[in-house]
């Protein structure tokens, strides 16, 4: 009998460090593959938006202020801005903003929205 028990402590100790090992590299591989796509999406960013809204996403830039680019980063901008709003402007453009509803998937456009709100202030 006790060694019925010991065998099945060792095979349930077993079992729980294999789910542990597998959960944890799963895990691992998730979290790098977030990092890998908002890396990609700042990349994005960087091409097509920072020429204009600076790298910062303030606008600041001689381009910027020239075009007179939204400053992105303006908590009141964000509040009154909805994503719907800014997919239309990427997709679109708006006065002087060029669209890149051609030249940008929809996956990558709601992903700058993405990383547009998480340059608020």
Sequence with gaps: MKNILRQSAFFAFFI?????????????????NSSSKQSDVAKLYQTNCAKCHGKDGQAKSFR??????????????????????????????????????KKLSEQQINSLIVYVRGLKK
Excluded: Y
């Design 16 to 32: 729980f460090c294999l789910s542990i090992c597998f959960s944890s590299g799963k895990f691992k591989a998730a979290a790098e």
């Design 64 to 101: 910027g202020k020239l075009l007179k680019a939204e400053d992105l980063t303006d908590a009141t901008w964000q509040a009154a801005t909805s994503d719907e709003h800014i997919f239309n402007v990427i997709s679109n453009g708006h006065k002087k903003m060029p669209a890149f509803g």
